[in-house]
């Protein structure tokens, strides 16, 4: 299956912001997404960027996209105490199926 | 829209008993996914619906597992001889045809002793 990394750990302070990074491997990638997952919760779908655009923007997240290096990350403003969680990033194939990174778990200190 | 349901919410069995799971879709949605998650993962694809049609299934989906889908609508997923390792989170989510997203249900936790 297609590879995509995440860092395990993030820890930042309440208010300032948060950058969760990923890598893919599948160049035929046509969207990329974020969802989060609070404990024994299903995922919830953040954002999700087309491959051809490098930004997007949606209230306090920013999706960035580095086709060329296969790099994607996702910035939260003003970071706050509910933002903990875990966040995936994952890609959707050419054929439709999914694949998921293992997971950057976001602690937000107070 | 009351969202995609999944039930159980949770499950504890013992090795060698069969389970079944079961996934109410988005109404109008035709695509319907099963994935499994363990502890400290992400979501591995097992397999996917078109309508009924089970369009793919992954390496991960022995033959002890089967799942099915005969109106289109909601889906179950069975697993025969439950053992230790099938212990996961089995989750659901559904989309429209060539919709960009997939909306997740809240999830099968399973337990097998």
């Known amino acids: 299956g297609e590879d995509v990394e995440q860092s395990l750990f993030l820890s930042v302070r309440e208010g300032d912001s948060s950058v969760i990074n990923c890598t893919y491997t599948?160049?035929?990638?046509?969207?990329l997404y974020w969802y989060k997952q609070e404990p024994g919760a299903g995922l919830q779908l953040l954002t999700y960027i087309f491959s051809n655009m490098d930004m997007k923007q949606d209230q306090r997240l920013t999706v960035l996209l580095n086709k060329k290096d296969k790099h994607l990350s996702l910035r939260i403003a003003d970071t706050q105490t509910g933002d903990s969680a875990i966040y995936f990033c994952a890609e959707r194939s050419n054929f439709n199926k999914f694949y998921f990174g293992s997971g950057t778990k976001l602690n937000v200190k107070p | 829209d009351t969202g995609v349901s999944q039930d159980p919410r949770h499950k504890i069995t013992k090795r060698g008993q069969n389970v079944t799971f079961r996934c109410d879709p988005i109404s109008e949605h035709n695509r319907l996914y099963w994935y499994r998650q363990t502890l400290g993962q992400g979501p591995e694809f097992l397999t996917y619906f078109q309508n009924e049609a089970q369009l793919e299934k992954s390496r991960l989906l022995s033959d002890r597992f089967s799942a099915e889908r005969p109106k289109g609508s909601f889906s179950t997923l069975e697993i025969q001889r439950t053992e230790q390792g099938d212990s996961a989170m089995y989750l659901c989510?559904?989309?429209?045809?060539?919709?960009?997203?997939?909306?997740f249900g809240p999830g099968t936790r399973l337990l097998v002793l």
């Open positions: 989510a559904s989309s429209l045809d060539y919709q960009e997203t997939q909306y």
């Open positions: 599948d160049s035929s990638s046509t969207y």
